[in-house]
């Protein structure tokens, strides 16, 4: 990505003061036309958008864990939209069940066991990779950093706009391998805001 290859070069050369510790914004954003009359137009703009396959993708690849500092996790533990569907991910990257994850802990899973317990104490060590987060991301979108905005052309017509915008640092950007080419990068320097394309 010649994005990442620039601010590279821009650490490197230490050119406006950048360096491993500047901050970076990674901002995403999605625009539909929609008829805002109908009540499932924010619906269909959150799946064509699909931004919650991202955040997923955030949680699998490390992202969530070593540039967000667990933001995506965090809300995916607060909503009340997930289910217990999916699988558990350690620190190594291995995937478990639910059974295999509290059996790899240790935890009691005979008829004895505390579901709610082992669960708490599951989702404190290992990363829950949901099944689905798609309503989740719909109606608790601001937990996951999402923004909203409907712009009315007129008393049907509409534009509907979902944006996200990520805070990291220059450094962790240029280790990981995700690829944010799909993003607005900027670079808070002492000068001004830089926007690399």
Known sequence: MNTI??????????ALGINPDTLVTLGFE????VMHYNDDYQEDVFSNSDI????LDFLTTGVDK??????????IEESDYIEREG??????GEEYGFDEACQKLGLVTDEDADE???????????TFIPDDISEAVQYD??????DTSLTQYDHKRGCFS????????AGALLETSYDFSGFRITLETEVASLILK
């Not at 070593?66 to 809300?75: E, F, Q, V």
């Not at 979902?162 to 640092?169: E, G, H, Q, R």
């Open 30 to 33: 999605y625009d539909e036309d």
């Open 141 to 146: 979108y601001y937990e996951f950093g999402i």
């Open 116 to 126: 709610d317990a082992n669960w708490a104490e599951t989702t404190a060590q290992m």
């Open 87 to 92: 699988y558990f991910v350690d620190a190594e």
């Open 66 to 75: 070593h540039m967000l500092d667990g933001t995506i996790n965090a809300a």
């Open 5 to 14: 290859n620039t601010l590279r070069q821009l650490i490197e050369t230490g």
């Open 52 to 55: 919650a396959s991202m955040l």
């Open 162 to 169: 979902i944006s996200l915008d990520l805070s990291t640092t």
